[in-house]
């Protein structure tokens, strides 16, 4: 049975290769996605205001919307609908007035029921990475792999509920060990990109960049994955950047890991959309 | 002759005895409202005399068209004729039908809440903000289906917290589409080809040179289908 799945807007404008290769890994697996028949943008950044109701009007409508559907749980696999999803239906099963703000103003009956779920668990959870090891290829066997979070994956700890450890998850690296290739050791995996300070404050997005790129690298990575598209974005467009001023700068893929478990699953290439990306990623993953 | 039955209306806070089972417009020129503005077509269409209006004992805000909707007894109502709106400029055969048209020309859409007051208000009942949410994501084909009943009476740019202008961005897309997205008629072309190339002439030629006797005989005995 297919379980509900919202892609988010940037899922179907700069990121779609997130979108492709994650339907297609999953579908591959055996796991059938169903995009929500109507959807809107999820908010994009959880309110700081803790009364900011309006700010969550939309990601409260998508997970009642969600509770209607049999299966119970919703896929989403960017990480900021991820962070903003799991954080509204945590205001709302943990906080009255927030509950009751919201669910009166929608006019539902809503108590937080819809289990928010990233991709990443869905493996873990439903396919089990013990029974992936029999189903890949050798494309990406030994590639060496930098596992990267970010800060919307993990964190708040309390509220999003995602690794056991939020400051050194490891389910990533469970995946990359699962599809034969070899997680590296990676102190930066939560540090913050910079996220979209990079349309305020460039240079200083370039320099956390670069040392977060320049951490990979260090640790003998061949290559970085992510599962949020702004994370994606920043890593791999600004190394276009520092190498323009930098000549001796070592560029390194930045993929989504659904687009590098795609390839060890033997996904056509259409799929995982490796086309948009500024540092050329295909070349890795011929096997 | 029966007795005619009688309503009170409030026409902007006013009250007002107007016959039972007359539209909102009928009402308001029986109460002695005469349209300059705010009225067009009379006939659910043109977009001109959209209203809101409340019910006594219900918090709710209702909407219609002053042409169409009855007058209610209790009916507390304004017509919203106008709502100031902007409106982009652009040469259509220019543009290209995707997301940075739309945010070009309509950058507000990504300051959509989703409070869905804009559907709520609708008197078509178009699911509008889910046309927004689709224009905002590039998707130009579902926001041109789901507009394609838009009468553009601006009632939803009246709602809007973030001072998004619907119906101009539905238009905007119902044309990328129709222009840009939707696959040419090719029997229109085949058509128009065949014109040019003189094919039907010397028939139009032999129809131009006859008397109006033949014409009528021509025209009572030609083939019609059952």
């Not at chain 1, 396919?127 to 596992?147: M, T």
């Not at chain 2, 070009?104 to 208000?121: A, D, F, S």
């Not at chain 2, 131009?208 to 289908?225: I, P, V």
Request: aromatic share 8%.
């Amino acid at each position: 049975m297919a379980i509900p799945y919202f892609p988010g807007c940037t899922l179907k404008t700069k990121a779609t290769g997130l979108d492709s290769s994650t339907r297609a890994t999953l579908a591959a697996l055996g796991v059938e996605l169903a995009e929500l028949p109507d959807w809107t943008c999820c908010g994009t950044v959880f309110p700081l205001a803790q009364d900011n109701y309006m700010g969550m009007v939309a990601a409260a409508r998508i997970l009642i919307n969600a509770s209607k559907e049999d299966d119970g749980r919703l896929v989403t696999v960017c990480s900021f609908c991820y962070n903003v999803l799991k954080r509204v239906n945590y205001a709302i099963k943990n906080n009255e007035e927030t509950r009751t703000k919201l669910t009166q103003y929608l006019e539902e009956e809503y108590a937080g029921e819809t289990k928010l779920v990233h991709p990443l668990e869905v493996l873990r959870d439903d396919v089990g990475f013990e029974a992936l090891q029999g189903k890949v290829n050798d494309k990406v066997k030994g590639l060496k792999v930098a596992c990267y979070y970010g800060c919307m994956l993990s964190r708040p700890a309390s509220e999003m509920q995602f690794d056991d450890e939020p400051e050194n998850p490891t389910i990533m690296e469970d995946l990359v060990g699962a599809m034969g290739a070899e997680p590296v050791d990676f102190k930066y995996k939560t540090k913050c990109c910079g996220s979209y300070q990079v349309m305020k404050t460039y240079d200083l997005v370039v320099k956390r960049v670069r040392e977060i790129l320049e951490g990979a690298t260090a640790s003998g990575a061949q290559a970085i994955i992510t599962s949020c598209p702004l994370c994606q974005f920043n890593l791999d467009w600004i190394q276009e950047k520092i190498a323009e001023e930098d000549s001796s700068f070592a560029k390194i893929p930045v993929l989504y890991f659904t687009q590098l478990l795609g390839a060890a699953l033997d996904v056509p290439a259409e799929e995982l959309g490796l086309d948009k990306h500024y540092v050329d990623p295909k070349a890795l993953l011929k096997g | 002759m029966p007795e005619q039955k009688m309503v009170n209306i409030y026409i902007m806070g006013k009250q007002y005895e107007v016959p039972a089972g007359v539209t909102i417009m009928k009402a308001m020129e029986y109460a002695g409202y005469q349209f300059i503005r705010g009225c067009g077509c009379r006939g659910g269409f043109c977009g001109a005399c959209g209203t809101v209006y409340r019910k006594p004992g219900d918090f709710r805000l209702y909407s219609g068209l002053a042409c169409q909707l009855q007058a209610e007894e209790g009916m507390y109502l304004s017509q919203i004729p106008f709502y100031p709106a902007n409106r982009s400029t652009y040469d259509l055969q220019e543009l290209t039908p995707e997301l940075s048209t739309i945010l070009k020309h309509y950058p507000e859409v990504t300051r959509c809440l989703g409070c869905n007051q804009c559907t709520k208000i609708c008197p078509q009942g178009l699911n509008v903000m889910d046309y927004i949410a689709a224009a905002q994501r590039g998707d130009i084909e579902k926001a041109a289906h789901l507009s394609f009943d838009c009468i553009m009476c601006g009632l939803c740019v009246s709602r809007c917290p973030a001072e998004i202008v619907h119906y101009n961005v539905g238009i905007l897309c119902r044309r990328l589409y129709g222009r840009h997205i939707i696959p040419k008629a090719q029997h229109l072309a085949k058509r128009v080809e065949e014109i040019k190339s003189g094919k039907f002439d010397e028939e139009l030629n032999k129809l131009m040179s006859m008397g109006q006797e033949e014409l009528t005989k021509l025209y009572d005995d030609r083939d019609m289908e059952q």
